[in-house]
């Protein structure tokens, strides 16, 4: 009797303790790992030359912050002509209901936050064009065009113009304002203009073209 009972304790001894192991794996939480997949692309926005452009990006995931050496391509569908932008580091943390500002450094001059990231002039094409975060859950994202007059912007992925709206990590949230070519010309031929009237009433000589 001693034998057979000591077999069974040892038995159970060896099962209970596997038990453990199972039942823990459905209850405890799985362990949170660092990603970028589920971050997608928000907002597009340039001007006519392409001096000031921006991309930004939303995700309402945490553990998203895994971005470095991960890239975005846009490519050209004309001409199949391609640029890549390469994330330089990881975003900040943590990442839920966080947007991410990817623009040229002049946005905050013309009314735009501080960018998380810069990204070169003439990156984004305006006309036809298709634009994909590499390894992202949203995939590719073709559109016709961007719009260029300096105030809107292509939401996505309803792929309508509104007014732009870039948000960086922190939350910051600006409104760009970029006139455009035509109407700097309005404005430097009314200077003109009025320069010659101001000179006229003074009587001072009139510069003549």
């Avoid at 006519?48 to 890239?71: H, K």
């Avoid at 943390?93 to 960018?115: K, Q, V």
């Avoid at 064009?129 to 996505?156: D, E, H, K, W």
């Avoid at 007014?163 to 010309?185: D, I, K, L, M, R």
Wanted: glycine share 8%; no cysteine.
């Amino acid at each position: 009797m001693n034998v057979t009972t000591s077999r069974r304790n040892t038995r159970g001894g060896s099962v209970l303790p596997l038990l453990a192991l199972v039942l823990a794996a459905f209850i405890l939480p799985p362990t949170a790992s660092a990603s970028f997949h589920l971050w997608e692309i928000r907002e597009l926005y340039t001007n006519l030359d392409g001096s000031v452009q921006y991309i930004e990006l939303f995700t309402t995931s945490s553990g998203q912050q895994s971005t470095n050496g991960i890239s975005i391509t846009v490519t050209e569908q004309s001409t199949s002509l391609t640029h890549v932008f390469t994330f330089p580091a990881n975003t900040p943390s943590p990442t839920n209901n966080h947007a991410l500002l990817i623009a040229t450094s002049n946005l905050p001059s013309l009314g735009g936050p501080t960018p998380d990231f810069p990204l070169p002039a003439n990156f984004l094409f305006s006309d036809a064009s298709s634009i994909i975060f590499n390894g992202t859950v949203q995939g590719q994202i073709n559109y016709t065009s961007l719009p260029t007059n300096g105030s809107s912007s292509l939401a996505i992925p309803s792929l309508t113009s509104q007014p732009n709206s870039p948000q960086n990590y922190a939350g910051t949230v600006g409104s760009v304002s970029v006139p455009e070519p035509a109407s700097w010309s309005l404005l430097g031929m009314g200077g003109l203009g009025l320069g010659l009237f101001l000179r006229r009433r003074t009587g001072r000589p009139v510069l003549r073209m």
